[in-house]
């Protein structure tokens, strides 16, 4: 069965500092990857996802199969980015997307 | 465009009363789902529709139950609250082709005392 771990239920960086949030899954397919953000009184969306390789405000994220990772980075943290983000897994046959259990990000001033 | 809309946006149950949460989306979308978000525990589904007509248990669909009323609307419904039910419910719904782009609605804050 699939599965998405991330290991930190709560980052807290300053503003201007590097971020990464982490996310390892398990799965024995090939794996599409995305990264879910909700920002304060916000709903639920989509960040990124993998296939595409862009950088979206300032974050990127590589799916590294070897080490079944999807590690989401930005190099400079903004106060903006404080938020909740979700690592997704998505396996195509289940028709549904599993979630990991959530990182709070929190920038500090 | 609402997109996804959910009521009631807050209630409070006694254990043993029952439920509905409505949701609706005007996206024209085929699929609908409902998540429930607890502290430490992250989004899990309880149920999902594929399609109009279809319904199919997610990872937590045990006290639960969904209605597919149409294509705009998704209902579930608690039929006995419990207190392992307090949480927040989200309903999302994506296009059939990009099941991994799901729209979210504002939840429903669930409280069973």
């Known amino acids: 069965a699939q599965r998405v771990t991330q290991p930190e239920k709560l980052l807290s960086v300053f503003k201007g500092a590097p971020v990464e949030l982490k996310c390892n899954y398990s799965?024995?397919?090939?794996?599409?990857l995305f990264w879910y953000v909700q920002y304060s009184r916000q709903r639920l969306q989509l960040l990124l996802r993998?296939?595409s390789r862009e950088s979206i405000k300032g974050f990127t994220a590589d799916l590294n199969k070897g080490e079944t990772s999807f590690h989401l980075k930005k190099p400079f943290a903004q106060e903006e980015d404080s938020a909740m983000y979700y690592c997704?897994?998505?396996?195509?046959?289940?028709?549904?997307?599993?979630f990991g259990t959530g990182t709070q990000l929190k920038v500090e001033l | 465009n609402a997109g996804v809309t959910q009521t009631p946006k807050f209630q409070v149950l006694k254990t043993g009363q029952s439920m509905t949460l409505q949701c609706a989306q005007d996206?024209?979308?085929?699929?609908m789902y409902w998540y429930r978000q607890d502290p430490g525990m992250g989004l899990r589904l309880i149920y999902y529709?594929?399609?109009?007509?279809?319904?199919d248990k997610g990872e937590v669909p045990n006290g639960y139950n969904v209605s597919r009323l149409n294509k705009r609307e998704f209902s579930l419904r608690l039929e006995s609250a419990a207190p392992s039910q307090t949480s927040v419910y989200f309903c999302?719904?994506?296009?059939?082709?990009?099941?991994?782009?799901?729209?979210f609605g504002p939840g429903t804050r669930l409280t069973v005392t």
């Open positions: 993998h296939i």
């Open positions: 996206m024209n979308h085929n699929s």
């Open positions: 999302a719904s994506s296009d059939r082709d990009r099941v991994y782009e799901q729209y």
């Open positions: 997704a897994l998505f396996t195509g046959g289940g028709n549904k997307l599993t």
């Open positions: 529709s594929a399609s109009e007509g279809t319904t």
């Open positions: 799965y024995s397919g090939s794996p599409e």
